[in-house]
C-alpha cells in the first residue's frame, strides 16, 4: 500500500556529510515508526535511528550526536542527517516504516548506497 523511496547517498570522504530523504507515496496517520536501518556487506541489518508519530526518536549508540532523524509529516517523508561520516558507517540504508494502529504493517524503501572512503 505504501511506496518508500530513498535518496541522497552517495561517496563522501571521512568527516563529510549526507543527508538521505525518504519520501512515502501516501499519507500515513495512526501510530507508526519510521526509521532507517543500514547493512554492511556481510553484515546483518542494524537499526540507526527511528521517529515514532508521538515524537519520540532513538539512535543507535554509535551515531549518537552525529545523525539526526527527522520527519515532515505535511510532505511524507523523513531524512537522516549523517555528519561525520566515518568508514565504518559505509552500508546500504534501509527506510522503514512500521504501522502500529489501526493496523500492524511492514513497508521498506529500495535502499541507497552510502560509502565512505578516502
Known amino acids: 500500500q505504501v511506496q518508500l523511496v530513498e535518496s541522497g547517498g552517495g561517496l563522501v570522504q571521512p568527516g563529510g556529510s549526507l543527508r538521505l530523504s525518504c519520501a512515502a507515496s501516501?499519507?500515513?496517520?495512526?501510530?507508526?515508526?519510521m526509521g532507517w536501518y543500514r547493512q554492511a556487506p556481510g553484515k546483518q541489518r542494524d537499526l540507526v535511528a527511528t521517529i515514532t508519530s508521538t515524537g519520540t526518536i532513538n539512535y543507535k549508540d554509535s551515531v549518537k550526536g552525529r545523525f539526526t532523524i527527522s520527519r515532515d509529516n505535511a510532505k511524507n517523508t523523513v531524512f537522516l542527517q549523517m555528519n561525520s561520516l566515518k568508514p565504518d558507517d559505509t552500508a546500504v540504508y534501509y527506510c522503514?516504516?512500521?504501522?502500529?494502529?489501526?493496523?500492524?504493517?511492514?513497508?521498506w524503501g529500495q535502499g541507497t548506497q552510502v560509502t565512505v572512503s578516502s
Open positions: 522503514n516504516l512500521r504501522t502500529v494502529l489501526p493496523r500492524t504493517n511492514d513497508y
Open positions: 501516501g499519507s500515513i496517520s495512526g501510530l507508526y515508526v
